[in-house]
Nanobody
């Protein structure tokens, strides 16, 4: 069965960095676009970033552009999100998700992980 397992979250100070990882299994990872989605307390889900299949074309939400970098290792079935210059408003539960279409901007996914908590606070 399809599984997406995130890791790498934590508590960091503003301006700090974190690298999130997502281990995928149960499907041919290299054939699917993948996304990162986040949800802050009391808010709806927000698409953060997406990456295409073999050629790794990436897209980012304006709120994270220039600070976050999505990448994938198809040989290891891994998805990553490098987050730099973190801000308190980046605090959220971050999910790895498999979009139904392209980069997942429409927030339609067939599989999600359990999420990893990112908290930015001094």
């Amino acid at each position: 069965q399809v599984q997406l397992v995130e890791s790498g979250g934590g508590l960091v100070q503003p301006g700090g960095s974190l690298r999130l990882s997502c281990a995928a299994s149960g499907f041919t990872f290299s054939r699917y676009y993948m996304s990162w989605v986040r949800q802050a307390p009391g808010k709806g889900p927000e698409w953060v970033s997406g990456i295409s299949t073999a050629n790794g074309v990436t897209r980012y939400a304006d709120s994270v552009k220039g600070r976050f970098t999505i990448s994938r290792d198809n040989a290891k079935n891994m998805l990553y999100l490098q987050m730099n210059s973190l801000k308190p408003e980046d605090t959220a539960l971050y999910y790895c998700a498999r979009p139904l279409r392209d980069w997942g901007l429409d927030l339609r996914y067939d599989y999600w992980g359990q999420g990893t908590q990112v908290t930015i606070s001094s």
